[in-house]
């Protein structure tokens, strides 16, 4: 009944719907949940230690049969740079004096480290069916081993020159990153945030431009907007922010309060929390520093200066330092059990193609 099964047939999950990998508000239980319903879990991987990816995999092969998929980013190290990060300091020093914080007390660096070696290995020995990467690909010798544990391999592109590009580099599936999906920007050969195009402008084009099948991603949380990507030439959707008041996910109790109340208007790019351009619902220091500031350390450094902030605002139940990434269809999220979402939304997208293929 899906008019294209190539994801379908690839991954070998009941419906073409991806769980985005979505770091720091979920784990094993949402992949879990997810794959459940029919879908293919995704465990966010970039912020995790090689021993708790393992530990995380383990649980999820223990409780459900079902193909997992592994993400990864793939952005070029950038060292700190004292001078920068102590401009960055000066300037949330009047947040820390608020919260009764030394703004000149050492703090624990930022822990988003790219793919490397001894990921691959860890890659390797797990041998997910699936491994997704942000921010470009690593590099060939890297992607080859991955490639050669049987996995299937696909990458995010915010633009159609980043969908050709990964498709002659090897990828066996293009997500297609509308400037409308939260979280960080899958940008990796532009830098450009003023010409991202959003998800249902940039889908035909990018599956008019490439072979391999393309995944949409972002705006899309319920049965119209999986039909809609399936008109466009999808052979998929990812899907976030549905997903994130989900009681399997970790968000905090105000951060879901916030998501609720969030409209069509609540979130923007910034890149005041970590130092790349990401969509979240907008908090007091995005709305104040930013959204965009040029004196944001490179990624993920800026986010350095921010840790004890949030800890300190999250204490009193507050959410002003605490990057909420959610797309654009935000509100349209649900609280109800993540398999149930799952198979609501396939269920509502077949039966909107079903409609519309009899009209």
């Known amino acids: 009944m899906w008019p294209d099964r190539r994801i379908i047939d690839l991954f070998k999950t009941e419906f073409p719907i991806v769980l985005a990998p979505m770091a720091g508000v979920m784990d094993a239980e949402l992949v879990i949940a997810v794959a459940q319903g029919g879908g293919l879990g995704s465990l966010p991987s970039a912020m995790l230690s090689a021993e708790k990816a393992r530990e995380q995999v383990n649980i999820i092969r223990q409780r459900v049969r079902a193909p997992i998929n592994m993400n990864f980013f793939c952005h070029k190290p950038v060292d700190a740079d004292p001078a920068r990060e102590a401009k960055w300091r000066e300037q949330l020093a009047p947040y820390y004096r608020e919260h009764g914080l030394d703004p000149s007390a050492p703090v624990n660096a930022a822990n988003r480290a790219p793919f490397d070696a001894a990921f691959c290995e860890v890659v390797e020995e797990l041998k997910p069916e699936v491994v997704s990467f942000h921010f470009g690909l690593p590099e060939p010798k890297l992607l080859q081993r991955v490639k050669a544990t049987g996995a299937a391999v696909m990458s995010s592109a915010t633009t159609v020159k980043e969908a050709i590009w990964l498709e002659e580099n090897g990828v066996d599936v293009i997500i297609a990153q509308g400037a ?171 039966v909107r193609m079903g409609a519309l293929s009899q009209s």
């Not at 990796?188 to 990018?206: D, R, W, Y």
């Not at 905090?252 to 130092?275: C, F, H, K, W, Y």
């Not at 490179?298 to 909420?324: C, D, R, S, Y």
């Open 180 to 350: 409308d999906a939260g979280g960080h920007r899958g940008m990796f050969l532009t830098e450009n945030i003023a010409e991202q195009p959003g998800t249902f402008s940039l889908l035909p084009q990018v599956v008019d431009a490439v072979k391999v099948p393309v995944i949409a991603a972002g705006g899309i949380a319920d049965g119209r907007g999986i039909a809609a990507a399936f008109a466009l030439g999808a052979s998929g959707v990812q899907i976030g922010s549905a997903y994130l008041r989900c009681p399997e996910s970790k968000v905090s109790p105000a951060a879901r309060v916030a998501l609720a109340q969030a409209s069509d208007e609540s979130t923007v790019i910034t890149n005041v929390m970590t130092g790349r351009p990401a969509r979240g619902v907008a908090n007091r220091v995005m709305r104040e520093v930013g959204p965009i500031s040029p004196h944001a350390p490179a990624f993920p450094h800026a986010a350095t200066a921010l840790g004890p902030l949030k800890a300190a605002a999250e204490k009193q139940g507050k959410v002003e330092f605490t990057n909420l990434w959610a797309g654009q269809a935000v509100r349209m999220g649900r609280e109800m059990p993540a398999t149930d979402l799952t198979r609501a939304l396939a269920g509502a997208a077949l």
